[in-house]
């Protein structure tokens, strides 16, 4: 799958919630080739900014060769990001990134924080039965709604002010839930637990580990994870979150 640089055409430009926006971007050849669990990475426009933000891809629409992100503002660039209106354009590059891999069978989705954007199009793709674990802060459900077409939704909330107070391994443990696959996406902590729970009850696990990710294109090694096993080329136990992930089997990293 190659991937493309481009001028990308926003076309839609939305505030989610106080500090998350929604943005679709027209990426000709880039939507059509892009797949569940994929990022993009957009470059600033104000030439002080070098670096390209990786930013996960949210929903896909092939047909019309759209993407939308759905982003936090957690600094310069993305803040710069968010005043854009549709008209405007972006530098893009991608499709970045392995993506999950689709299975049959019941999967679970989980989805904490920003690690929530991702699994959108995957219960869109995904063959058989889906229920999706999403973990909040508090009340402020972003997206919540967005899945309910495509998957059976569980909440978690840190404050408990919504489903099940705690994370969302909590929850499901107290929905009694059952899977033969696990995806998931979001903060280090969280994806620990997730490691841990489709281990002990021997579930195949995927992580996307893109909180990590700097560059995203092989440049800064600032996304170096542990893997359990060890390089060819450089014989270490290390793998590059941008280029050989933002995808793991959970048995394949160490977190
Ligand atoms: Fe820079 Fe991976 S994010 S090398």
């Known amino acids: 799958m190659a991937k493309k640089q481009m001028m990308a055409h926003i076309t839609a430009m939305t505030k989610v919630t106080t500090d998350i926006y929604s943005m679709w971007l027209r990426v000709e050849g880039i939507a059509s080739e892009a ?7 957009l470059y600033c426009n104000n030439e002080d ?9 949210c929903e896909i629409n092939r047909e019309e060769e759209l993407l939308r992100l759905v982003f936090r503002v957690v600094g310069k660039g993305t803040e710069e990001f968010s005043h854009l209106q549709p008209g405007d354009t972006i530098k893009v590059l991608g499709p970045l990134g392995n993506g999950f891999p689709l299975q049959e069978g019941k999967a679970i989705l989980i989805g904490g924080g920003i690690g929530i954007p991702p699994m959108l199009q995957l219960a869109k793709e995904l063959p058989g039965d889906v229920t999706v674990v999403l973990g909040y802060r508090d009340d402020d459900l972003f997206l919540k709604e967005d899945f309910e077409p495509y998957a059976n939704v569980v909440i978690s909330t840190e404050d408990g002010s919504v489903g099940t107070k705690g994370n969302v391994i909590d929850a499901i443990q ?3 839930l059952e899977g033969s696959v696990v995806y998931s996406c979001g903060p280090t902590p969280m994806l620990r637990g997730v490691k841990a729970y489709g281990e002990k009850n021997g579930i195949p696990t995927y992580l996307s580990m893109e909180e990590k990710m700097a560059c995203g294109i ?9 893997s359990t096993d060890v390089d060819d080329h450089s014989k270490v136990h290390n793998k590059r979150i941008c280029k050989d992930g933002p995808v793991f089997l959970s048995t394949e990293v160490t977190l």
Request: proline fraction near 11%.
């Open 49 to 57: 900014r070098l670096l390209p933000r990786p930013i996960s891809i």
């Open 174 to 176: 107290e929905e009694k």
């Open 218 to 226: 092989g440049a800064c090694l600032a996304c170096t994870c542990q």
């Open 35 to 41: 797949v569940p669990g994929q990022f993009i990475s």
